[in-house]
């Protein structure tokens, strides 16, 4: 063995890391007969090693290799054919093809462990992804995870909704305001697609299967990005495998759960990578297809994140953080910072163009969002020329990284001077990012009940956990020697973790570097309990860790990973369910909570079952309820699910008011459904607010125009209308409170209903009822269906449609016994009358007025005590009843009795008989053709008339209301009047006479 053979062996047995730098060194020296420090893969320090040592020596003011046979043997590299020396000369095996340069996995029979292994952990990143399946697929509905998702299907389904084919690409340039500064890229995509794979038809499924894709296609990505990194197909593998099983991803990902999260990890999975291509290969190369092909991929990717998503400037953050610190890096190892970023340089160059130019043609996203690429590229220009100079004045690295923290301070400062309106747009993503409260995913991945360390555990189990310290061994690397592919990753890693204890949004995106990082730290572990080789990036080979051997084994190199012996296998297995379990156990347990369960789906099915049946449109179905649950509602009833704001805004304020009378009259014409939820309010419901009223076990009965129309199986959801109510008025003989029970009918059950009426000062009750059913209060029994709480029939056991008996003696109103149509008293008084109280008018604008429908058929009595007939010279008649559309009884001051119908004519059916100073009892009926004038029992009057509908107005007077004193005033007294929606038959007239 040579002196220069020994101390390369002594060398790599001190640094194995130094293996890799020596082959190239030796393709470099055999391709050069001497080369410059510029040319090799090696920082100041190592490099000057090499010369101290021997290894390399100076001739002719360059360098060369001291004895290259001697390095290669110490290698155990093969000596090369001339033709693999003249295609190393020519760079041909530098690149070699693209997809090795990508270290895709290679289907072939040579690699069938490593293939197994792959398609395997991919199987795991299918599997949990799709366990949402019998949740998501129901009969002829695709249900989507979580309130979100809707959004976004809601835009799909309009946009393919209002385009014309697969050949439509318009839906690019029509996209919603709702969504152009939003997620514009995932809404138009999506709607493509749906329109190649059936149009409006294909909504559903595309959305509920684009996330288990993008799973897919992400963890290749970060497969690739694994291997690429490492040099170690285990990596890559272990990578993916966890990626399958991490909660924080994989419920973002899972079957069904559409929201934009899923769509942004492969453009971000992609950037990564292309940088990680672009800035590991040696920058000494010459500038092939291949290396501008991952400059192009890298402007797909950053075009994407940022057309994707309004917040997608935040994923660019640390491309910016990365040139800040490989610059000096370049610079340190002597290396040219602007032949080592230029491709990287143009591909973010490429996807400024694109993205302004899409801003600019199709409106899509702020002046912000369209601008970050733009000033990327502007920064990192600026930052690789300062390296460039510093470079060729020697300047230090450290000097240099103090340079680059100046001038950026120095333009963030010009930014915010020269451009205040794009400050001020920053500033409210930036307050939106760090300042947003109640939504789940605004919270902090430490934040919740079990603490700071369960958090994460729930969201990456133990895999972030194992990834922190490689995260942190990966900055390292970069520092202590030139590893640009690590400082990448490791600033990702770290940016995105910083994100995610500000908003827990960014987990899945926290995931993809965890997983690398975690996949790496398997491999490490596996090593260090002697279960398989070290991982390349510690000196080990990926071919021996298969076999469970140590770094420093004599290893024959082979093409592929060899299948572990049993007993390796089984410890592997279970080393891999140890840092797994928590991810395998949680990961279902973070899709049963985004889930639509069965109880809410069936509801939506119900109200859109009832809704059609009444053949109701929006917004009379409009489904009122939690925010969170809201857009789920609203898309299977009405089909409106793009926004929330109303139930955000009004939903907590409604169920905490104890006023239910003002809700309705708010909420009757906005909505048609209340769907309210057991625990709905966090307190249960302070008593007597509408959230206690409507969960009660008389639900909703107290609110008197709440209609539960349902309730699931377990009574934990409820869904109720809003309805006028029917009402149960009567009398209570002995004061005091009466019972109301019943069985009310709910989607076709009866429940048992009790409930305690307390009448008024005058022993009266007006109960409303918004629920049918039969009701017993007392011995009465009223029987009332839908259509009677629909319009407000009344139900009372006193006969007709209102019965003033004014038996109150004293204060402003009149009480109606039979339908609550009560009467408010406008200036006669109370006086003794016939048998008990009664009112006297003194024919100065006095009377008393109520509520009344307009009646077809009627029959009016009342006891009467006229003091006066004559009137002045231009006064002959004095009003007894008058209604908004006319009068209907008159006394003449001849003694006449005049009857006319109101709303239709001034013809009247006379009558004589009316006397002054005492009580007689008066009765006018009308059956729609035959009108009749009763005096104390006896008829007085009839004919035949041919009239159009009836309109008493709304209201009834007894006595009339006057500008001028005495015009047409009732002089004298009334007692006890009764009015009927039907003719009363005369022998019912000598009860009432009585």
Same mark, same amino acid.
């Given at each position: 063995?040579?002196?220069?053979?020994?101390?390369?062996?002594?060398?790599?047995?001190?640094?194995?890391?130094?293996?890799?730098?020596?082959?190239?060194?030796?393709?470099?020296?055999?391709?050069?007969?001497?080369?410059?420090?510029?040319?090799?893969?090696?920082?100041?320090?190592?490099?000057?090693?090499?010369?101290?040592?021997?290894?390399?020596?100076?001739?002719?003011?360059?360098?060369?290799?001291?004895?290259?046979?001697?390095?290669?043997?110490?290698?155990?590299?093969?000596?090369?054919?001339?033709?693999?020396?003249?295609?190393?000369?020519?760079?041909?095996?530098?690149?070699?093809?693209?997809?090795?340069?990508?270290?895709?996995?290679?289907?072939?029979?040579?690699?069938?462990?490593?293939?197994?292994?792959?398609?395997?952990?991919?199987?795991?990143?299918?599997?949990?992804?799709?366990?949402?399946?019998?949740?998501?697929?129901?009969?002829?509905?695709?249900?989507?995870?979580?309130?979100?998702?809707?959004?976004?299907?809601?835009?799909?389904?309009?946009?393919?909704?209002?385009?014309?084919?697969?050949?439509?690409?318009?839906?690019?340039?029509?996209?919603?305001?709702?969504?152009?500064?939003?997620?514009?890229? @995932?809404?138009?995509?999506?709607?493509?697609?749906? @329109?190649?794979?059936?149009?409006?038809?294909?909504?559903?499924?595309?959305?509920?299967?684009? $996330?288990?894709?993008?799973?897919?296609?992400?963890?290749?990505?970060?497969?690739?990005?694994?291997?690429?990194?490492?040099?170690?197909?285990?990596?890559?593998?272990?990578?993916?495998?966890?990626?399958?099983?991490?909660?924080?991803?994989?419920?973002?990902?899972? &079957?069904?759960?559409?929201?934009?999260?899923?769509?942004?990890?492969?453009?971000? /999975?992609?950037?990564?990578?292309?940088?990680?291509?672009?800035? !590991?290969?040696?920058?000494?190369?010459?500038?092939?297809?291949?290396?501008?092909?991952?400059?192009?991929?890298?402007?797909?990717?950053?075009?994407?994140?940022?057309?994707?998503?309004?917040?997608?400037? #935040?994923?660019?953050?640390? +491309?910016?953080?990365?040139?800040?610190?490989?610059?000096?890096?370049?610079?340190?190892?002597?290396?040219?910072?602007?032949?080592?970023?230029?491709?990287?340089?143009?591909?973010?160059?490429? /996807?400024?163009?694109?993205?302004?130019?899409?801003?600019?043609?199709?409106?899509?996203?702020?002046?912000?969002?369209?601008?970050?690429?733009?000033? &990327?590229?502007?920064?990192?220009?600026?930052?690789?020329?300062?390296?460039?100079?510093?470079?060729?004045?020697?300047?230090?690295?450290?000097?240099?990284?103090?340079?680059?923290?100046?001038?950026?301070?120095?333009?963030?400062?010009?930014?915010?001077?020269?451009?205040?309106?794009?400050?001020?747009?920053?500033?409210?993503?930036?307050?939106? #990012?760090?300042?947003?409260?109640?939504?789940?995913?605004?919270?902090?991945?430490?934040?919740?009940?079990?603490?700071?360390?369960?958090?994460?555990?729930?969201?990456?189990?133990?895999?972030?956990?194992?990834?922190?310290?490689?995260?942190?061994?990966?900055?390292?690397?970069?520092? %202590?020697?030139?590893?640009?592919?690590?400082?990448?990753?490791?600033?990702?890693?770290?940016?995105?973790?910083?994100?995610?204890?500000?908003?827990?949004?960014?987990?899945?995106?926290?995931? +993809?570097?965890?997983?690398?990082?975690?996949?790496?730290?398997?491999?490490?572990?596996?090593?260090?309990?002697? +279960?398989?080789?070290? $991982?390349?990036?510690?000196?080990?080979?990926?071919?021996?860790?298969?076999?469970?051997?140590?770094?420093?084994?004599?290893?024959?190199?082979?093409?592929?990973?060899?299948?572990?012996?049993?007993?390796?296998?089984?410890?592997?297995?279970?080393?891999?369910?140890?840092?797994?379990? &928590?991810?395998?156990?949680?990961?279902?347990?973070?899709?049963?909570?985004?889930?639509?369960?069965?109880?809410?789906?069936?509801?939506?099915?119900?109200?859109?079952?009832? *809704?059609?049946?009444?053949?109701?449109?929006?917004?009379?179905?409009?489904?009122?309820?939690?925010? !969170?649950?809201? %857009?789920?509602?609203?898309?299977?009833?009405?089909?409106?699910?793009?926004?929330?704001?109303? /139930?955000?805004?009004?939903?907590?304020?409604?169920?905490?008011?104890?006023?239910?009378?003002?809700?309705?009259?708010?909420?009757?014409?906005? =909505?048609?459904?209340?769907?309210?939820?057991?625990?709905?309010?966090?307190?249960?419901?302070?008593?007597?607010?509408?959230?206690?009223?409507?969960?009660?076990?008389?639900?909703?009965?107290?609110?008197?125009?709440?209609?539960?129309?349902?309730?699931?199986?377990?009574?934990?959801?409820?869904?109720?209308?809003?309805?006028?109510?029917?009402?149960?008025?009567?009398?209570?003989?002995?004061?005091?409170?009466?019972?109301?029970?019943?069985?009310?009918?709910?989607?076709?059950?009866? %429940?048992?209903?009790?409930?305690?009426?307390? $009448?008024?000062?005058?022993?009266?009750?007006?109960?409303?009822?918004?629920?049918?059913?039969?009701?017993?209060?007392?011995?009465?029994? =009223?029987?009332?269906?839908?259509?009677?709480?629909?319009?407000?029939?009344?139900? *009372?056991?006193?006969?007709?449609?209102?019965?003033?008996?004014?038996?109150?003696?004293?204060?402003?109103?009149?009480?109606?016994?039979?339908?609550?149509?009560?009467?408010?008293?406008?200036?006669?008084?109370?006086?003794?009358?016939?048998?008990?109280?009664? #009112?006297?008018?003194?024919?100065?604008?006095?009377?008393?007025?109520?509520?009344?429908?307009?009646?077809?058929?009627?029959?009016?009595?009342?006891?009467?005590?006229?003091?006066?007939?004559?009137?002045?010279?231009?006064?002959?008649?004095?009003?007894?009843?008058?209604?908004?559309?006319?009068?209907?009884?008159?006394?003449?001051?001849?003694?006449?009795?005049?009857?006319?119908? $109101?709303?239709?004519? *001034?013809?009247? &059916?006379?009558?004589?008989?009316?006397?002054?100073?005492?009580?007689?009892?008066?009765?006018?009926?009308?059956?729609?053709?035959?009108?009749?004038?009763?005096?104390?029992?006896?008829?007085?009057?009839?004919?035949?008339?041919?009239?159009?509908? +009836?309109?008493?107005?709304?209201?009834?007077?007894?006595?009339?209301?006057?500008?001028?004193?005495?015009?047409?005033?009732?002089?004298?007294?009334?007692?006890?009047? %009764?009015?009927?929606?039907?003719?009363?038959?005369? =022998?019912?007239?000598?009860?009432?006479?009585?």
């Amino acid at each position: 063995m040579t002196d220069v053979e020994a101390t390369t062996a002594e060398l790599l047995a001190e640094k194995p890391a130094l293996a890799d730098g020596l082959k190239e060194l030796l393709d470099v020296d055999a391709a050069e007969e001497t080369w410059t420090y510029e040319d090799v893969p090696f920082d100041s320090g190592t490099f000057g090693e090499l010369v101290s040592r021997g290894v390399v020596e100076k001739r002719d003011g360059e360098y060369t290799l001291a004895d290259r046979e001697a390095v290669r043997r110490a290698l155990g590299v093969e000596q090369e054919t001339d033709e693999e020396m003249a295609g190393t000369a020519s760079g041909s095996s530098s690149a070699g093809s693209f997809f090795e340069d990508i270290s895709m996995p290679d289907l072939r029979v040579q690699r069938p462990v490593a293939t197994l292994g792959l398609v395997g952990a991919l199987a795991l990143v299918v599997l949990f992804r799709v366990l949402p399946w019998p949740a998501v697929f129901r009969g002829e509905d695709v249900v989507l995870s979580g309130n979100d998702p809707y959004f976004y299907r809601y835009f799909v389904h309009q946009l393919v909704e209002g385009s014309t084919g697969p050949l439509d690409f318009s839906i690019f340039s029509a996209v919603p305001d709702g969504i152009s500064h939003g997620e514009p890229l @995932m809404v138009a995509m999506l709607s493509w697609v749906s @329109m190649v794979l059936g149009g409006t038809s294909a909504v559903g499924g595309v959305l509920a299967w684009f $996330p288990v894709v993008s799973a897919v296609v992400t963890a290749l990505l970060v497969y690739v990005l694994a291997v690429r990194v490492t040099e170690d197909r285990r990596v890559g593998i272990a990578a993916v495998a966890l990626l399958a099983i991490m909660p924080g991803h994989a419920f973002r990902t899972g &079957l069904g759960f559409a929201d934009h999260h899923a769509f942004d990890y492969p453009w971000l /999975a992609l950037t990564a990578l292309a940088v990680v291509s672009l800035v !590991g290969r040696d920058g000494r190369e010459r500038l092939d297809w291949r290396t501008w092909a991952w400059g192009v991929a890298l402007g797909v990717g950053v075009a994407g994140q940022t057309l994707a998503w309004d917040a997608g400037p #935040l994923l660019l953050v640390p +491309l910016g953080l990365f040139v800040v610190g490989a610059v000096p890096s370049w610079v340190r190892a002597g290396r040219s910072p602007a032949r080592e970023a230029s491709v990287f340089v143009g591909g973010l160059g490429l /996807a400024a163009v694109v993205v302004l130019a899409v801003h600019t043609q199709w409106g899509w996203h702020t002046r912000v969002v369209a601008l970050a690429p733009v000033l &990327l590229v502007g920064g990192s220009v600026v930052l690789v020329g300062l390296g460039e100079v510093a470079r060729r004045f020697e300047v230090s690295a450290r000097s240099l990284l103090g340079g680059e923290v100046l001038i950026g301070g120095v333009g963030f400062a010009a930014v915010w001077t020269l451009f205040p309106a794009f400050v001020d747009e920053l500033g409210r993503g930036v307050d939106f #990012l760090v300042s947003t409260e109640g939504i789940a995913e605004t919270t902090s991945i430490f934040s919740g009940e079990l603490g700071s360390i369960i958090g994460p555990i729930f969201l990456f189990g133990f895999a972030l956990f194992l990834a922190l310290p490689y995260m942190g061994w990966a900055l390292w690397q970069n520092y %202590r020697g030139l590893a640009p592919s690590w400082l990448l990753v490791g600033v990702y890693g770290w940016w995105f973790l910083l994100l995610s204890v500000i908003q827990i949004r960014f987990a899945g995106q926290l995931a +993809l570097f965890t997983a690398v990082f975690g996949g790496l730290g398997f491999v490490h572990v596996a090593a260090w309990v002697d +279960l398989a080789a070290y $991982p390349r990036p510690f000196g080990g080979s990926e071919e021996s860790g298969s076999r469970g051997l140590s770094s420093d084994e004599d290893i024959e190199e082979t093409d592929d990973l060899e299948m572990p012996e049993r007993r390796q296998a089984l410890s592997l297995i279970g080393l891999g369910l140890g840092v797994g379990s &928590l991810g395998i156990l949680n990961t279902p347990i973070k899709h049963s909570q985004l889930l639509i369960d069965e109880s809410m789906y069936e509801a939506a099915r119900f109200m859109r079952e009832y *809704s059609a049946e009444r053949e109701w449109e929006y917004p009379e179905n409009y489904v009122f309820s939690q925010w !969170g649950r809201n %857009r789920v509602y609203n898309w299977f009833v009405n089909g409106e699910a793009r926004s929330y704001g109303y /139930a955000q805004s009004n939903f907590g304020e409604f169920l905490a008011s104890a006023d239910g009378e003002e809700w309705y009259e708010r909420l009757r014409d906005r =909505a048609g459904f209340v769907a309210i939820e057991e625990g709905d309010m966090s307190n249960g419901g302070q008593a007597g607010t509408i959230y206690d009223q409507l969960w009660s076990d008389g639900y909703g009965i107290e609110t008197d125009h709440y209609r539960a129309v349902w309730s699931d199986g377990e009574d934990s959801l409820r869904v109720f209308t809003f309805v006028p109510g029917a009402r149960i008025v009567g009398a209570v003989p002995n004061g005091g409170a009466v019972t109301i029970d019943g069985d009310a009918e709910i989607d076709g059950d009866s %429940r048992p209903i009790s409930g305690t009426i307390d $009448p008024d000062d005058t022993g009266l009750f007006d109960e409303r009822v918004p629920l049918p059913g039969a009701y017993t209060v007392g011995d009465w029994e =009223a029987r009332v269906s839908e259509q009677d709480v629909s319009e407000e029939t009344v139900f *009372s056991p006193f006969e007709g449609e209102a019965h003033w008996s004014f038996e109150e003696g004293s204060g402003e109103w009149v009480y109606d016994q039979a339908g609550g149509l009560h009467g408010r008293i406008h200036g006669p008084e109370w006086v003794d009358g016939r048998n008990g109280p009664a #009112l006297a008018f003194e024919g100065q604008s006095d009377y008393v007025e109520a509520p009344i429908e307009s009646l077809q058929e009627f029959t009016i009595s009342l006891w009467a005590y006229p003091t006066a007939l004559d009137m002045t010279e231009n006064n002959d008649f004095r009003h007894i009843v008058h209604t908004a559309g006319g009068s209907i009884l008159i006394f003449e001051d001849n003694g006449r009795i005049s009857f006319r119908l $109101p709303g239709v004519g *001034s013809d009247r &059916l006379i009558a004589d008989g009316i006397r002054t100073n005492r009580w007689q009892h008066v009765a006018i009926t009308f059956d729609g053709t035959v009108r009749t004038v009763y005096l104390d029992g006896e008829q007085r009057a009839r004919d035949e008339v041919s009239v159009g509908n +009836l309109d008493w107005g709304g209201q009834i007077r007894l006595g009339n209301r006057f500008e001028t004193p005495s015009e047409h005033g009732y002089a004298g007294l009334l007692d006890d009047a %009764r009015i009927y929606d039907r003719v009363v038959s005369p =022998a019912e007239m000598s009860d009432d006479s009585e």
